[in-house]
């Protein structure tokens, strides 16, 4: 039976992966290559703690001390890893008002 230490390092060290390569996506946008590189290995990295936090909880292990976190932590990640599928490059998402172009449109008029 594998140890509920080595479970939690496991965790930490897929979230720890998934965590440092959506601060530095912006990095590797700017090649495409490079970008759907690192969505997959984002995805990946949470889908694998998603299932190594569904195990920890399984094992009887805690996170930060409560037997309760795992597995919600677990929905979060499988929601991240479908976010971190998501290429929006390019896409007006938000439909509303770009904050560089309101000063604009009154210095146009």
Same mark, same amino acid.
């Given at each position: ?6 479970? &939690? ?21 700017? &090649? ?19 299932? &190594? ?6 094992? *009887?292990?805690?996170?930060? *001390? ?29 439909? *509303?008002?770009?904050? $560089? &172009?309101? *000063?604009? $449109?009154?210095?146009?008029?």
């Amino acid at each position: 039976m594998v140890e509920v230490e080595f479970i &939690s390092m496991l965790v930490q060290t897929f979230c720890g992966i998934s965590a440092i390569l959506f601060m530095f996506v912006a990095t590797f946008s700017r &090649s495409e290559k490079a970008e759907l590189l690192v969505q997959n290995i984002i995805f990946t990295s949470l889908l694998l703690a998603a299932a &190594s936090l569904w195990w920890l909880s399984l094992a *009887g292990g805690s996170l930060w *001390g409560s037997n309760y976190v795992p597995r919600p932590l677990s929905i979060v990640c499988i929601v991240l890893a479908i976010a971190a599928r998501m290429n929006i490059k390019g896409k007006n998402v938000s439909f *509303g008002a770009n904050p $560089h &172009s309101i *000063g604009r $449109h009154v210095e146009e008029e």
